[in-house]
């Protein structure tokens, strides 16, 4: 520590402390020259293996130890400097759906006890998920480098326990695995990701920013179906979400975010969003759709929050069509005011004589620091006070209709339950899991 002339020891501990905060979340490995190997020292306590354990079940216990996504995620910044700006900061959530993932397919891997359709089908899931990774622009050296990493680190958290038929069966996985993950991405057309420029931004209510870019060349997607987006507010972190339009030549795009507390993206996306910055578009994903084979029932769709986005996008979709079958929306949120798409709602409905709006919300009144807002247009229905499922499920079962969910995990939940509860069959319904 370098002392500064005339300053006592308690200051220079001071200000020593001061810059140590400062740089304490700085990762300075990439400057320093040297590689830290994560798995040098061996663990004092690692993972027990049981030869008794078949090799695919011990792999998967090894995944499941709560050490492994920390190790990970710095064997992988280790192994590539690549990884550093594939993964967010935080790869904890990434590397936690990756451990899902891969236990799922070793899992089913071992209980298919070689029948080429159970394999087949961990396969087909592989070129899917490959696809949808495409926009990564992984090159096969980032392939091998995972697996490398990936290698590493269970074999240390197994210290002892590492053995040849755990490598084995480790190596002729990850190569079956990746290989269909590259074949996945190979099948896409057109480019693996679209550049968009913000154009507007509105704030209807505190907590939800309405954001409508246009794309550098058009992106075609179905309604009611989500892009990867990636944006700079949070870098490395790749969000989900559904335009609220139908896709258009001109490239129009419009997201509805709410800010999560808690979430990867959405408060920094809701805060620093503004005109002119630049987000990043990838393959569309999605099965949440209107079902027009005869014969054609009629649908129910309820939306909760800035759910409503992809259900709108359909509505809007459904307004080129002559016929449309007839559709009742339920419209939910905690407070009057955050039903803040119900102007837009009801201009559609006022030309659409088949769609009916009913909004819900839980309380009554606005709360004090929400501030001023519009007063909510009428709509046939008067608003209802309670629950998105309570309101739905007081209305019947619903069980001759069409139904589509768009909300946060904890509405599409209990929205299901209830439905299910009440007599609506499983197979009517339908959502895209957030």
């Not at 053995?163 to 079956?176: E, K």
């Not at 309570?390 to 995990?409: H, N, Y």
Request: aromatic content about 6%.
């Amino acid at each position: 520590m370098v002392r500064i002339p005339g300053e006592d020891a308690d200051d220079a501990f001071s200000r020593a402390t001061d810059v140590e905060r400062l740089v304490s979340d700085i990762d300075l490995a990439p400057y320093l020259g040297r590689a830290a190997d994560p798995t040098a020292t061996p663990l004092t306590d690692p993972v027990p293996v049981s030869t008794a354990t078949p090799p695919l079940l011990a792999l998967r216990d090894l995944l499941a130890d709560p050490r492994f996504t920390g190790l990970f995620a710095r064997a992988l910044r280790e192994v590539d400097p690549d990884f550093r700006e594939l993964f967010p900061r935080d790869a904890s959530g990434v590397l936690g759906e990756f451990v899902r993932a891969m236990s799922w397919a070793l899992e089913t891997v071992e209980d298919a006890h070689g029948d080429e359709a159970e394999v087949a089908q961990v396969v087909e899931f592989a070129r899917h998920l490959g696809a949808d990774h495409r926009k990564l622009e992984l090159s096969p050296r980032h392939h091998q480098r995972f697996g490398e990493a990936l290698t590493s680190t269970l074999r240390h958290l197994a210290g002892r326990g590492w053995d040849d038929r755990l490598a084995t069966t480790l190596g002729t996985a990850y190569r079956a695995l990746s290989t269909a993950l590259q074949e996945g991405a190979a099948t896409g057309q057109g480019p693996a990701r679209v550049g968009a420029t913000v154009v507007e931004v509105l704030r209807p209510t505190r907590d939800v920013v309405v954001v409508r870019l246009i794309s550098d060349v058009m992106v075609d997607y179905h309604p009611g179906q989500y892009l990867s987006v990636l944006t700079p507010y949070t870098p490395g972190v790749w969000r989900r979400l559904s335009p609220s339009i139908p896709a258009n030549p001109a490239g129009q795009i419009e997201f509805h975010v709410r800010d999560v507390p808690g979430g990867a993206l959405s408060g920094s996306l809701v805060r620093g969003v503004g005109v002119g910055d630049r987000w990043v578009l990838a393959r569309p994903l999605g099965l949440l759709e209107v079902d027009r084979t005869e014969p054609v029932r009629d649908v129910l769709m309820v939306a909760g929050g800035t759910g409503i986005a992809p259900l709108r996008c359909l509505l809007l979709d459904m307004m080129r069509h002559g016929f449309n079958p007839r559709v009742h929306l339920f419209y939910g949120a905690r407070h009057p005011g955050d039903l803040y798409d119900l102007p837009t709602l009801v201009d559609l409905a006022a030309t659409a004589p088949w769609l009916t709006i009913q909004p819900v919300s839980e309380q009554d009144t606005d709360p004090w620091w929400a501030g001023a807002r519009q007063e909510l247009p009428r709509t046939l229905h008067r608003r209802q006070t309670g629950t998105l499922v309570d309101a739905v499920t007081g209305w019947g079962s619903w069980a001759d209709r069409q139904v589509l969910l768009s909300g946060s995990p904890e509405m599409l939940r209990a929205t299901v339950r209830g439905m299910v509860a009440v007599g609506t069959p499983r197979e009517n319904i339908r959502y895209d899991r957030p």
